[in-house]
């Protein structure tokens, strides 16, 4: 017969030794998988600048078919401000028009990441530019151009 000490003396568990490996285990995966997540959230968030520059290209088009000149005011085109937002405010559109070298009516929108939303933290592609000739810029965050922010 077993007394009461041998019983307890027998129970299932883990050791220390156990544990400690399991969370140096996960913690090592965090460290690999956090950047990563981090990159891919930022890639996915530049896809609302581009598709906000397309939609704001297009209203300008159309408005310079019905008023035969572009507009600097993104109100005009049908936006609630000026600058404008893209739809989770990430990133602020602003337009810009005139005459462009031999071309006598352009227009430039850029959309910029704005302050404190996260995506300012995005040092690859900071803010992404769009012209009437359908050129595609961009810049990062050290106001350099980069050319893999449209892909």
Known sequence: MQTAFCRKRHQGGFTLIEVMIT??????L??????AYTSYIQKSRRTEARTVLMDAASKQEQYILNFRTYTTSMTALGYAANPALSETGLYSV??????????????????????GKG????????SFSLDSTGAKTS?????????DCWN
């Open 30 to 35: 965090s460290a690999v998988a956090l950047p």
């Open 23 to 28: 969370v140096v285990i996960v913690g090592i």
């Open 139 to 147: 810049k990062n965050s050290s106001d350099a151009a980069t050319t």
């Open 119 to 126: 995506q300012d933290k995005d040092i690859k592609c900071k």
């Open 94 to 115: 602003a337009a810009a028009a005139g005459a462009c070298g031999s071309i006598a009516r352009c227009y430039t929108l850029t959309a910029t990441a704005v302050a």
